[in-house]
């Protein structure tokens, strides 16, 4: 098998009796946008810091860039860029400064390092915010001043904890750019974000956690195929008894419904029977909009509702 720019065999974190990660396989390919999703406390970030050698592995395999993940393994940190979900800017320094002593880190010289910083707040939109303190910066810059950070050593992986959380739209687009350039120019990403809608964008393939588990994982067309179907039919105000008439008329159907906060949505192929069928039945009310499903109708489907933690 070709060597993967990740690959993980049966992983585990324990922290004390808990187990963050649950024993999970998956494989990064070189070049690839691969996404990890799942909701608070799945195990995204504990599995983020053991592929970025910042904690050690409690069991299974982990190679990262063909080498085995460990604590202070130098070799495999010296080409990796992150951005980890808490920034951790010094907010004493200046927007470059930020920039430039991370260079230091992975061995640039002073003039160059002061080169790439400045290429790189201008690959962000932060250049004419070089010479302020980061403690000027809005949430949104400094996001960005991280990603242009994690960059300064030309990563072979570049990985990103929730990079967008927080960013305004506009901001949001200018990072989805600049992370499809990246992997244009042949950059292994690693992505968690809990936006579906960037994830569908960005992802090659992804895998869904929960608990320390892997749930599912495919590319995003894949599961929404499989997990929910294409099509989605969402019926909003609708009397629970309505519901349950439209749910026993459509049984024998390979249709899939969730009702919640008074919407029906039903999820399944075939979506123009359906709505012929329900409206002979004269169960289907005059407003309802059919959609095609999303990621976000995967994730709900495979981590429930509830909310976590
Ligand atoms: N240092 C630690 N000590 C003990 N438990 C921890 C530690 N770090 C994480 N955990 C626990 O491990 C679980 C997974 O946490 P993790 O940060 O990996 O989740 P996540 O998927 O990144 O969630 P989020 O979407 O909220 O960022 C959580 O229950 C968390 O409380
Ligand atoms: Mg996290």
């Known amino acids: 098998?070709?060597?993967?720019?990740?690959?993980?065999?049966?992983?585990?974190?324990?922290?004390?009796?808990f187990e963050a990660v649950n024993g999970i396989n998956f494989r990064i390919a070189f070049g690839d946008c691969f996404g990890l999703l799942g909701p608070n406390g799945a195990g995204k970030s504990t599995t983020i810091r053991m592929i970025c050698c910042l904690t050690d592995v409690t069991a299974g395999t982990l190679k990262v860039l063909g080498r085995d993940a460990h604590p202070g393994n130098r070799e495999i940190k010296r080409q990796l860029g992150v951005v980890s979900q808490e920034d951790n800017l010094d907010p004493s320094l200046t927007v470059r400064e930020n920039a430039e002593i991370?260079?230091?880190?992975?061995?640039?010289?002073?003039?160059?390092?002061?080169?790439?910083?400045?290429?790189?707040?201008?690959?962000?939109q932060l250049e004419s915010r070089a010479n302020e303190q980061v403690r000027a910066l809005s949430g949104g810059m400094r996001r960005?001043?991280?990603?242009?950070?994690?960059?300064?050593?030309?990563?072979?992986?570049?990985?990103?904890?929730?990079?967008?959380?927080?960013?305004?739209?506009?901001?949001?687009?200018?990072?989805?750019?600049?992370?499809?350039?990246?992997?244009?120019?042949?950059?292994?990403?690693?992505?968690?974000t809990h936006y579906m809608d960037e994830a569908e964008?960005?992802?090659?393939?992804?895998?869904?956690m929960d608990r320390g588990t892997v749930l599912e994982r495919g590319t995003p067309p894949e599961l929404i195929h499989r997990v929910v179907g294409d099509d989605c039919l969402e019926i909003p105000a609708l009397e629970r008894d309505t519901k349950d008439?439209?749910?026993?008329?459509?049984?024998?159907?390979?249709?899939?419904?969730d009702y919640q906060a008074g919407s029906l949505l039903i999820y399944g192929k075939d979506m123009d029977q359906v709505i012929e069928q329900l409206h002979d039945l004269r169960l289907l009310p005059r407003t309802y909009y059919r959609r095609r499903a999303s990621l976000e109708d995967v994730f709900l489907k495979l981590t429930g509702r509830e909310l976590r933690e």
């Open 102 to 124: 991370h260079g230091r880190f992975y061995g640039l010289g002073f003039r160059q390092a002061r080169q790439r910083a400045d290429e790189l707040l201008a690959f962000m």
């Open 144 to 192: 960005r001043l991280v990603i242009a950070r994690a960059l300064m050593g030309s990563p072979r992986l570049l990985v990103l904890d929730e990079p967008t959380t927080g960013l305004d739209p506009q901001a949001r687009i200018l990072v989805w750019t600049k992370i499809r350039e990246l992997r244009s120019l042949g950059v292994t990403i690693l992505l968690t």
């Open 245 to 257: 008439r439209i749910s026993r008329s459509l049984k024998e159907r390979p249709v899939w419904m």
């Open 1 to 17: 098998m070709t060597e993967s720019a990740v690959a993980a065999e049966g992983l585990e974190k324990r922290y004390k009796t």
């Open 201 to 208: 964008r960005l992802a090659d393939h992804l895998v869904v």
